[in-house]
């Protein structure tokens, strides 16, 4: 069973219903101990870093998570679910959660339209990323967002794939059983839905 954490922001049901699209098991919870007995977790995020992290820990589920990754299960967060991730971001000065990720997240540059809000594509780094496998060349997916992973001061192994608009950023975060997406597989039609059938299939090989 695949748990979707409810911190109160997102596309909460889109997520499941896209999970069910590829044949996952998904329920939506904000119990901690739900989300610590799930085989997989996913953290989705529209809106606001600080809302988001502050939901995330008030709930008590930050330690849910922590003890989810250090457990080896797969885990994968969406949009601002990807941004937590980091302990800064320019757009609060909340703390992040602790540890998942070295870096930052900044604001899109004033040159382009922001918040970026549309179809894009990735250039990718790391092929063998399992979340990358049966996607052809050219694949595009769905970002809305104004703010986004800085690749510089992150690990280079933990980048991907980056993006660009205005800027180069990193669009897609992998370390070990940590994946992030800034675009939303659960709006990207055949190519999200293949992201996330790559996530299930990590969890049904344990």
């Given at each position: 069973?695949?748990?979707i954490?409810d911190?109160?922001?997102?596309?909460?049901?889109?997520?499941?219903?896209?999970?069910?699209?590829?044949?996952?098991?998904?329920?939506?919870?904000?119990?901690?101990?739900?989300?610590?007995?799930?085989?997989?977790?996913?953290?989705?995020?529209?809106?606001?870093?600080?809302?988001?992290?502050a939901?995330?820990?008030?709930?008590?589920?930050?330690?849910?998570?922590?003890?989810?990754?250090?457990?080896?299960?797969?885990?994968?967060?969406?949009?601002?679910?990807?941004?937590?991730?980091f302990?800064?971001s320019?757009?609060?000065?909340?703390?992040?959660?602790?540890?998942?990720?070295?870096?930052?997240?900044?604001?899109?540059?004033?040159?382009?339209?922001?918040?970026?809000?549309?179809?894009?594509?990735?250039?990718?780094?790391?092929?063998?990323?399992?979340?990358?496998?049966?996607?052809?060349?050219?694949?595009?997916?769905?970002?809305?967002?104004?703010?986004?992973?800085?690749?510089?001061?992150?690990?280079?192994?933990?980048?991907?794939?980056?993006?660009?608009?205005?800027?180069?950023?990193?669009?897609?975060?992998?370390?070990?059983?940590?994946?992030?997406?800034?675009?939303?597989?659960?709006?990207?039609?055949?190519?999200?839905?293949?992201?996330?059938?790559?996530?299930?299939?990590?969890?049904?090989?344990?």
């Amino acid at each position: 069973m695949i748990a979707i954490i409810d911190c109160g922001i997102g596309n909460l049901r889109s997520v499941q219903k896209a999970l069910e699209a590829v044949g996952a098991a998904a329920l939506i919870t904000d119990e901690p101990a739900t989300v610590s007995a799930a085989d997989a977790l996913i953290l989705p995020g529209v809106g606001a870093y600080g809302d988001a992290v502050a939901s995330v820990k008030a709930k008590g589920l930050d330690q849910a998570i922590y003890d989810t990754i250090a457990g080896g299960k797969p885990f994968l967060g969406i949009c601002v679910g990807l941004q937590m991730f980091f302990e800064t971001s320019e757009e609060s000065r909340v703390v992040g959660l602790r540890g998942i990720t070295a870096g930052r997240v900044v604001r899109l540059p004033a040159t382009v339209k922001v918040p970026e809000m549309g179809w894009n594509t990735l250039d990718v780094k790391r092929p063998e990323c399992p979340l990358f496998n049966g996607l052809t060349d050219g694949a595009r997916f769905y970002f809305a967002h104004s703010y986004c992973a800085d690749p510089a001061g992150m690990d280079p192994a933990a980048v991907a794939a980056t993006t660009s608009y205005g800027i180069e950023y990193c669009s897609v975060v992998w370390r070990d059983n940590v994946y992030g997406t800034q675009f939303h597989p659960e709006k990207s039609g055949r190519d999200g839905l293949q992201v996330l059938r790559n996530f299930a299939q990590l969890v049904a090989l344990g």
